[in-house]
């Protein structure tokens, strides 16, 4: 059994922690880089391909941009302040996270009341399966957040701080994934 | 080499010579012409070993970091 540590192994330079996310993150990289593969198949082989300013809601995306964005700096910004300040950031992170998914929420309600399901054609199938699988991830992303919240007060501060590390890179890689897809999607 | 894999290369050895084409990879990447869906393939192979090779080089530094470390 690996013990829980929050000391940095002399090692690897990381703790088990951090090293833990790290791995995690790599096989997330190979599940999107899979979907992002077949993007590519399935875009570069169609004979025609919608531009996204067309037919999705760009504003909606500029939103969530937005809102993804500044949720991620203040997760990044938990990690250097102290733990009592890093979970209120955490906290008001987890409600942006929350403001993301309804957005994305509305705007699915509003292309499916348009018709626009992932039946109509490639286009839709990849952004209905890249998007919900993203907003699959800000889902648990919001779930690790509360467990984080609600567990700084049965834990020591240093754990908190092993916590909010973890959950900071993980929601770097979720702001990436997503800026991806807004370049793929809405921008091109 | 011990009897099973000689006779499954025998086998393997047989089957080239006699039905080549079977053994051939998928005809999406052989015997194809240029196209949209050739294009697309390559596109989708190129992104997918770009991610492959990013995550391999990732866990090549972390390696490389935990030798000099050790040393």
């Known amino acids: 059994m690996i013990p829980y540590t929050i000391d940095r192994r002399a090692d690897s330079g990381v703790n088990n922690v951090t090293l833990g ?26 004979p025609a391909w919608p531009h996204g300013r ?46 993301f998914l309804v957005i994305k929420g509305l705007e699915w309600r509003g292309e499916i009341a348009e018709g626009l399901v992932p039946s109509l054609n490639t286009f839709f199938a990849m952004y209905f399966t890249l998007t919900g699988l993203h907003a699959l991830h800000v889902a648990c992303g919001i779930v690790a957040n509360v467990w984080v919240l609600l567990g700084a007060s049965r834990v020591p501060d240093g754990m908190t701080s092993g916590r909010i590390r973890a959950v900071a890179l993980y929601w770097t890689f979720v702001d990436v994934v997503w800026l991806t897809l807004f370049l793929l999607f809405y921008l091109t | 080499m011990t009897l099973a894999p000689r006779r499954v290369a025998a086998a393997a050895t ?58």
Not at chain 2, 34 to 58: E, H, I, K, N
């Open chain 1, 21 to 46: 996310i790290w791995l995690f993150i790599a096989s997330e990289v190979m599940l999107f880089g899979a979907l992002f593969s077949s993007y590519a198949l399935l875009r570069v082989s169609a």
């Open chain 2, 14 to 71: 047989v089957a080239w010579l006699v039905v080549p084409a079977a053994l051939a990879a998928c005809p999406v990447c052989f015997q194809v012409e240029d196209g949209p869906a050739a294009d697309g393939v390559r596109v989708a192979v190129l992104v997918l070993m770009g991610v492959a090779t990013g995550v391999l080089a990732g866990f090549a530094v972390f390696i490389a970091r935990f030798v000099r470390r050790s040393q």
């Open chain 1, 54 to 99: 067309d037919v999705l809601g760009v504003w909606f995306g500029v939103g969530n941009t937005v809102v993804l964005s500044v949720m991620t700096a203040l997760v990044l910004r938990a990690r250097a302040v102290p733990p009592a300040v890093g979970r209120q950031f955490l906290a008001v992170g987890t409600v942006l996270a929350a403001v």
